[in-house]
């Protein structure tokens, strides 16, 4: 279906992938996750043509696409690309958006267009704005929008360079809905994206790009539960491990809370979960806090890390200052906060070592 | 956090909306305390949309309890979501305080 074949880029010095080789068939969904800077987006651009290769060749249903003679606007009517930001046009409303390259490309009737335009909104969900402009749309909606634009083309492939990560996270949940409805359909694309959960769920493949290329490949489960190169290791465990740091006893809660909701939402950690881990981790801070002989300037860092094996949450809380046990102290006087804490926890402990003071709950 | 008050019957019915945590507990207490000082002895709270509860927000339910039983007054909580449910058992909260499925049976009972 499209095939890249010592495909080759570079900026100046700047070799971003070399020698790289990839098959993708009909009817595939395949993630390309890794690191920032790691040529996702150049790649999927690459393909596309909206760069040129420095050498190598890209096929599209056997045809090469890269050679001189070859019309990039057919090209581009058999490989659709949405990206980051929506990219709509600001000047056209809804349906113009997505008749636009149909008329002008295609060159297809009015009438035909707007049909399909139709359908094409049903799907995504939008019949009521088509005559909006993407202004008086939610970032959402706007992608959703540009899902449906991409669609009215017909094309073969679909590339989706972070569909959802320029969104309010409260939104990334219709776009992506959306972008599984399609895979489920049979539609064949490439997705980049850090949502893993989105990933294992519709992903026939994942590829991790580091090191000028495709370093590991795999299913899901297989790039996600059990890498087997050092970089995907440590970047999937990096994706697994949330860590937060506190300053001062003035800091944000907030925005504390949220970003851990942000953090659990992508595992799919049941909002029970969520709850229990931002109780112990303020029951916690109160109590480090609130013990008055201790530095109000303690320094507290905390990871959060999900387990799926054992379907549990570690929580590992380290602070400086003298040894204070929190554990011990309840022991001596009622503590509300440290009831809630053993009440909710599956394992608990305390150490002191080197001046920092560290405990681990399992939730 | 959103406190709403409004009079059912013999009853000032407050809900409770959102998280009530050690950042907000103060604003709690006060606006709750506002109802309590303003002479009304019969409250039911109504937690259905109070989604989540710190030591804190514990302790306002505690004051407000130890406030009313001075007063000679009512204090009932009633439509709890589960996990709050299961906070007030482990903090052994759901002996102190008459807890009701919901608001009607709140009402009704004596
Ligand atoms: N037009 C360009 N000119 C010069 N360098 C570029 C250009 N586009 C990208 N690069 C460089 O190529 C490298 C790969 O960039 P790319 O945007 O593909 O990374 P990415 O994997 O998509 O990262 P992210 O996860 O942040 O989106 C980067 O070092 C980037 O600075
Ligand atoms: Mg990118």
Excluded: W
């Amino acid at each position: 279906m499209i095939q890249a074949v010592n495909l080759c880029k570079s900026f100046g010095n700047l070799e971003v992938f070399k020698d790289l080789n990839i098959n993708i068939n009909r009817g595939e969904c395949v993630a390309v996750i890794g690191p920032s800077g790691t040529g996702k987006s150049v790649f999927f651009r690459t393909l596309a043509m909206l760069e040129k290769p420095d050498s190598g060749q890209v096929y599209i249903n056997g045809t090469d696409i890269t050679g001189k003679d070859v019309n990039i606007n057919k090209v581009r009517e058999k490989l659709g690309m949405v990206y980051q930001g929506f990219h709509l046009f600001s000047h056209l409303n809804v349906m113009d958006n997505i008749t636009l390259a149909p008329l002008k490309v295609k060159k297809m009737n009015k009438s035909d267009a707007q049909k399909k335009a139709m359908e094409l909104l049903t799907m995504v969900g939008l019949t009521d704005k088509s005559l909006s402009y993407p202004h008086q749309l939610s970032g959402g909606q706007q992608q959703r929008v540009a899902i449906a634009r991409s669609l009215a083309m017909d094309p073969d492939i679909i590339l989706f360079d972070e569909p959802t990560s320029a969104l309010d996270p409260s939104m990334t949940g219709e776009v992506l809905a959306i972008i599984r409805k399609l895979a489920r359909s049979g539609l064949t694309m490439m997705i980049s994206t850090h949502e893993m959960s989105f990933a294992q769920d519709v992903a026939s493949r994942v590829i991790y790009m580091d090191e000028k290329g495709i370093y590991e490949q795999g299913t899901a489960d297989q790039i996600f539960k059990n890498p087997t190169r050092e970089k995907t290791r440590m970047f999937i465990r990096k994706l697994k491990v949330f860590s937060y740091s506190i300053n001062s006893r003035g800091f944000d809660m907030v925005e504390m809370n949220v970003q851990i909701e942000l953090f659990c939402q992508k595992y799919n950690i049941e909002p029970k979960k969520v709850n229990y881990i931002q109780l112990v981790l303020e029951e916690l801070i109160l109590e480090v806090y609130g013990d008055s002989s201790i530095n109000l300037q303690l320094k507290i860092d905390f990871t959060i890390e999900f387990s799926e094996e054992r379907n549990e949450i570690l929580i590992s809380f380290v602070y400086d200052g003298r040894s204070f046990n929190p554990f011990e102290a309840a022991e001596e006087s009622e503590h509300l906060g440290m009831v809630l804490i053993y009440g909710v926890s599956k394992n608990y402990g305390y150490s002191f070592e080197n001046g920092l003071n560290t405990i681990n709950i399992n939730i | 956090m959103n406190v709403n008050v409004v009079k059912s019957g013999d009853y000032s019915i407050i809900s409770v909306e959102g998280r009530v945590d050690t950042t907000n507990a103060g604003e709690f207490e006060k606006a709750v305390m506002e109802v309590v000082n303003s002479g009304i002895n019969m409250i039911i709270f109504n937690c259905s949309g109070l989604n989540y509860i710190s030591s804190s927000g514990l302790r306002v339910f505690l004051i407000v309890q130890k406030r009313m039983m001075a007063n000679k007054g009512q204090l009932k909580l009633c439509s709890l979501q589960p996990g709050i449910t299961e906070i007030f058992d482990i903090s052994g909260f759901s002996s102190i305080f008459s807890i009701f499925p919901d608001q009607d049976s709140a009402e009704k009972a004596g």
